[in-house]
C-alpha cells in the first residue's frame, strides 16, 4: 500500500484545482492507502482550501520541505512513501507500476518526467529525466521508496531547505538499485515561465556547482531566496 505525501506552502491558487487532478488519477486504486498533504505553515488559504477536498488528510508541520515530508513520512500508514509536489501529475496506473518495481527488488525510484510546456529547452531538459545517472534527477519526478528503506537512511537532511531531493539521492542508490520507470509524470513550467526559461536555468547550475564546491547548505539556502525565491 502506498502512502502520498505532499508537501504545499502558499499554494492557494493552484491547490485545489491541482489536487482534484491527483485524484483523478487514483479514483479507482486499491493500493492507495491516504493522501496526506503537508502544509509547512502557509500565510494564506492554502490550508483551508486544501481542507475543503475531499479524501486527503491536510496537516501541518514546520516549513521547509524536507521538514514536512519527513513529518509525512511518520504519521504514514503505508508500506511505501510516494513523495509528490503539488504541481506534478502522476500517470495512470502509477500505483501498479511503483508496487511492480519494488515488487522487483527496487525499493526506490522515481519516473520520467516533462514540463507541461512545449519551449525546446524544457522538453530536452525532460528527455534528459529518461536516463538513470543521478544528475538526471530531480524533484518534480516523484520519488517513491519504501518506508523501511526510508527510515533506514534517516530520510531526507533537513539542513537542506533546498537541494534536499538531491541530497537524499546519494544514500538510496547506494542501497538500492534505483529504478527510473519509463512512463512520464507530467509538471507545471510555471517557475520557468515566471522568471525566464534560460535565467532559473543558469541559477540553478550555479546552485549545483556552489554544492559541488562545498557550500554549506545555508548558503546554498541564502543564494536560492536572494535570487530564485524572491
Known amino acids: 500500500m502506498l502512502s502520498i505525501i505532499i508537501p504545499v506552502y502558499n499554494e492557494a491558487e493552484i491547490i485545489e484545482a491541482n489536487l482534484q487532478e491527483i485524484q483523478k488519477k487514483i479514483s479507482a486504486s486499491r493500493l492507495v492507502k491516504e493522501i496526506l498533504v503537508i502544509d509547512g505553515g502557509s ?19 514546520h516549513k521547509g520541505r524536507p521538514k514536512q515530508m519527513n513529518f509525512g513520512a511518520k504519521l504514514a500508514k503505508g508500506d511505501i512513501l510516494y513523495f509528490l509536489h503539488v504541481d506534478s501529475f502522476p500517470t495512470q496506473d502509477f500505483d501498479e ?17 516533462k514540463f507541461r510546456s ?12 529518461k536516463f538513470k545517472a543521478r544528475s538526471c534527477r530531480g524533484g518534480d519526478q ?19 531547505l533546498i537541494y534536499e531531493d538531491h541530497e537524499i539521492l546519494k ?15 507530467s509538471t507545471s513550467a510555471r517557475r520557468f515561465k515566471s522568471k525566464g526559461i534560460m535565467k532559473l536555468q543558469l541559477l540553478f547550475w550555479a546552485i549545483y556547482f556552489k554544492k559541488w564546491s562545498g557550500a554549506s547548505p545555508n548558503e546554498l539556502y541564502q543564494f536560492y531566496t536572494k ?4
Open 43 to 61: 500565510t494564506d488559504a492554502t490550508f483551508e482550501k486544501a481542507k475543503s477536498i475531499g479524501g486527503v488528510q491536510v496537516l501541518k508541520s
Open 97 to 113: 507500476l511503483i508496487i511492480s518495481s519494488v515488487k522487483n527488488g527496487h525499493e526506490a525510484g522515481c519516473f520520467k518526467m
Open 118 to 129: 512545449q519551449h525546446p529547452w524544457l522538453m530536452f531538459i525532460s528527455w534528459l529525466t
Open 142 to 160: 516523484s520519488l517513491f521508496v519504501t518506508k523501511s528503506l526510508f527510515e533506514k537512511i534517516g530520510g531526507y537532511n533537513e539542513e537542506y
Open 171 to 185: 544514500p538510496l542508490y547506494k542501497h538500492t538499485n534505483f529504478d527510473v520507470i519509463q512512463e512520464w509524470i
Open 227 to 230: 535570487k530564485i525565491n524572491n
